[in-house]
């Protein structure tokens, strides 16, 4: 989704866009703790080679736009709701992020069942339910 945005924005449907605000507060979230925790066991892996590297990096990215947007609708000012917080994930990860989700790399999965619960609290949207 983000390669496509200049394209998008000059569409009919660029009313739709939107750029996402920064949360300046991560620890608003209530589950902030456990990303954080899930974010130092990362951290903590040895990598021996530069694909592990590379590997790692892109956990710790998506899992840091996932910090992001589990903050984004707690934030006291510009909060927006549950359902845009979700979309910054969702557009956000890379492609490489998501070749890990698509070999089911169980590291890949953990980060992606913490999406879930974020899924799950958009579920009042008819368009996300089920």
Known sequence: MAMCKPWIATAPLAFQTWEPVDPKDLSLSPDDPE???LQERIEALEASNLEQNEEKDAYLDALALLRK???????RENALGD???MFLWVEGVSQKYIQLMSELRPLALV???YMCVMLKDCDHYWYITG
């Open 69 to 75: 947007a589990f903050a984004i609708p707690h934030q």
């Open 83 to 85: 359902k845009f917080a």
């Open 111 to 113: 980060i992606l069942a």
């Open 35 to 37: 990303l954080v925790a």
